[in-house]
């Protein structure tokens, strides 16, 4: 019996989907390249035994090209070899570039077993493959499998519970991708047929101008579908049960409390006009729970079902090539923009995405313009709900405005930071339709994820905050910086507390602002100022962890002196 | 026969990798991915302005950085 079980492929093969088959643990998996890059370990029962399996971020090679692929290489390097077992997960469509790395990991003598995942898809597109012959050749087990059915698992855990013996001094010579073709050409048998139409669309969606057209479409799809989604969410299910359901029962709460004292203000919060205000009240059981579920987390659920549709698709590394030229200008290269658009969900998965970039410089550029310029789902949808009663344009103005910013900072960076930027270097996979279940446990996973994250810090914002305002402890702090406030960005200091509060959350943060009756303006430079000044405390610290301290407060500096200097020229030069 | 750069090969046509200029690593991760002299790659097209190339290398698609495909000298027809 092993000690360990290490899980080792090229990326996008299914790694993923087959730990989270063998250990019960659900991660994150997608259709393109990198989306582990952490460490994903989880327990395999058999007998008494707990067995460690540990699912490492893809390679190609045992020679490892970014900080992802280096911690998959060393980890399995650490461990001695008369204890890891390693399951070669190997894309069955793609055979012959996967066998690169078996050849290198049967060389090296570990205990390898090959699990041929993707097994179904390979008749649709007209593959066969000898298994026996192939397990033959290569003198260790191969099962086929297909992880998003669950097929062959038990396959698999049969050859963990019984490991096969190390074939040794198995050396397939200096010319490895020689020995590949002539291993190809005996076990794999290709029967022709016309281009398909989901191959069509491959092989469009990579040329410049119909690529382009089809981006285009995308993304305007994809917004309309979030807002679309978010707004329905909203209307016809969380607004009706806060109003019609919950609304009663925190007004009977209210008049028990006698309308008024400690309890009343830190629960239910101050009464606007005599009446209970789920946006204005402030109290720990109005405004930040109808913040948490009627206005953040319908767009939640929205923007994390089409980016998981884009992502299992196989759609975004399309993107990267297309975008690729204007993320260059700004020190990056194509692939960034997967860790963007992850970021517009929430910074932290965007932060650590990064970590699929190859050089310390990219990861420092990317990490600061996630968050400088990328609102996160939570801030975004509170932009939605104060900035949209007064018109689409201030809505429209505040992500224009970040754009700038972005490309700005980008810009800047590109030229005073030093390193270099390597090229874009991304293999594009095929479409693929995952099934429905596969998609709804992954919403639900980050859904989870969201509310496990989000709820206790809002109500421990909230709580704080209404304790201070009690005891007027703000009072101090608005009156230092008022001129600040007041004269820099045009706000009432007041809103100074909102903008603190950010550190926490950013949707309370402007939950904050909403009792302040703010004009447009006031609005507008506000949510510019939550957005582009400290990210959130989940951010900051990632932020660190992943930059250091060095590169850190250079990143801190950067966000400070630049949300100063954009707050401070809209209100005084742009917006008079 | 022509020896260019995979960068200014036309798209659409079919061509074997006759030499890989630049250092070891780029030769390593080129490897891996299974780009190699003798191997040969079909180009399915290129962006303008020193964009990035795509080809199709088994069944593999590909796209790398203009600087890259610049490196990466071809033989065709």
Known sequence: MKKKVFLIGNPNVGKSVVFSRLTGVQVISSNYPGTTVELNRGYLKIGEEKLEVIDLPGVYSLSPTSKAEEVAVSLLRECPKDEALVINVVDATNLERNLYLTLQLIEEGYVVIVCLNMSDDCCHRGISIDVNRLAGILGVPVVPTCAVTGMGIKEIIHFIENPPLVSKDKIFGPNRWQHIGEIIESVQRLSHRHHTLRELLEDASVRPLSGFLMSAVVVFLSFKLVRFLGEGLIKWIFDPFFIKLYMPIIQRLSFALGQRGFLHHLLVGELIQGNIDFRQSLGLLTTAPYIEFAMVLPYIIAFYFVLSLLEDIGYLPRLAILLDNILHRLGLHGFAIIPILLGFGCNVPGILATRALESKRERFIASVLISIGVPCVPLQAMIFGLLGKFGGFYVAGVYLVLFAVIIFTGTMLQRLTKGYSPELLIEIPPYRFPPVELLVSKLFFRIRGFLIEALPVVLAGVLVVNIFFYLHLFDFVTALFAPLVEGLFGLPRKALVGLLIGFFRKDVAVGMLMPLSLSAKQLFIATILLAMSFPCMASFVILWKELGSRYFIKAVTVMLVLSVTVGAILNLGILR | ?77
């Open chain 2, 1 to 77: 026969m022509r020896r260019i750069p995979l960068s200014k090969l036309t798209s659409g046509k079919k061509a074997k990798v006759v030499e890989i200029l630049g250092g070891g690593g780029l030769q390593a991760r080129l490897m891996g991915l299974g780009i190699y002299v003798g191997r040969e790659i079909t180009k399915i097209s290129n962006f303008a302005l020193r964009g990035p190339v795509t080809v199709k290398v088994g069944r593999t698609t590909l796209a790398l950085g203009y600087g890259m495909a610049a490196k990466i000298i071809v033989e065709t027809e």
